[in-house]
């Protein structure tokens, strides 16, 4: 396959390992290496027009693909350098800009309202799909407007309200849209406070969470339980989990991270299938104790076994 952007690297049968946080994963029929919204919108186009199947990934920090290799192509949208405009306290960032890298700019430069994001991994585009945040706070709290490519390749701008936010959703999940860039509007801070409430923030997801490199994770596997009431807080999926006796919980390489009855990290010999099958145990346990049940938050990408195709054309 040839781009006319001699930029855009394209990598034959990519170990899809290497890019994801759970370094689980077979290959693909090829990666394709996007890190600038030019790029993109040459790629996306592209790939529409020559009838190629693709998937597209950020960070991969919310994925878990099968053993068996995928029959498509992958666009990893992502960069280690920040693609990020200022104009007063508005920043226009693009998709593939890291979430945290995005936290780090803002706090440097005293714009309050996007320290929520801080150390969580992956790509402002998969944030955005996923409203992800933390501390009762979420990036779509901050958000203007997004630049998206459909799924059949077509530019368009959307306002905040279209993207109907929800806890850890928005409409992005069903249409397949693409988040090019996003454009935020934060408030005037203290560079003093907010660095101090970063690293405190820090601090605290390294006493919670795994460190990626010695365990590979793919963070909180459930969402948080909806309250029974607009007056009650959502309650930790983890908290019914352990009541639940799911830090037992163990299927191949696949166990519960101790620290955490939520996080399932990768042990030796560990495949995505055993993460699969540990998942559904995750499940049934708090099903059978609370008579609750959980929703996930980690895609399965790819065939496994016992499970009807997760796949969408176009995923984070």
């Not at 540990?278 to 049934?284: D, T």
């Not at 104790?289 to 054309?313: I, Q």
Request: proline content about 4%; hydrophobic content about 35%.
């Amino acid at each position: 396959m040839t781009l006319k952007n001699s930029t855009i690297r394209i990598e034959e049968h990519a170990p899809l390992e290497q890019y994801t946080t759970f370094r689980l994963g077979a290959s693909c029929e090829g990666m394709i290496h996007c890190q600038t919204p030019r790029q993109l919108e040459e790629t996306i186009p592209y790939l529409i027009k020559e009838k190629k199947k693709f998937i597209l990934i950020g960070g991969g920090s919310n994925l878990v693909v099968s053993d068996e290799p995928l029959d498509c192509y992958v666009v990893r949208y992502y960069t280690d350098k920040p693609v990020i405009e200022q104009n007063g306290t508005t920043l226009t960032v693009s998709g593939s800009t890291q979430l945290d890298h995005l936290a780090f700019f803002a706090a440097q430069r005293g714009l309050e309202g996007i320290n929520c994001t801080t150390g969580i991994p992956g790509s402002v585009g998969g944030a955005i799909v996923g409203n992800a945040g933390a501390w009762g706070k979420q990036i779509g709290d901050v958000l203007t407007s997004v630049e998206l490519i459909s799924p059949q390749g077509v530019k368009k701008t959307a306002r905040t309200e279209e993207l109907q936010f929800t806890y850890r959703d928005s409409i992005l999940k069903k249409t397949g849209d693409i988040v090019v860039s996003a454009v935020l509007s934060l408030q005037k801070g203290d560079v003093k406070a907010l660095s101090e409430e970063r690293e405190k923030i820090l601090a605290e997801r390294k006493s919670k969470h795994p460190d990626l490199r010695y365990e590979p994770c793919a963070g909180s596997f459930f969402r948080n339980i909806e309250p029974t009431s607009k007056a009650g807080k959502r309650q930790a999926a983890g908290w019914f989990l352990e009541e639940a006796g799911g830090k037992k919980l163990k299927v191949g390489g696949a166990v519960i991270y101790p620290k955490h009855a939520n996080i399932i990290i990768k042990s030796d010999g560990c495949r995505s299938q055993d993460v699969y099958e540990l998942s559904l145990q995750m499940a049934r346990v708090v099903k059978e104790k609370f008579n609750l049940d959980l929703v996930r938050e980690v895609c399965f990408v790819g065939k496994f076994h016992g499970m009807p195709s997760d796949v969408r054309e176009i995923i984070w």
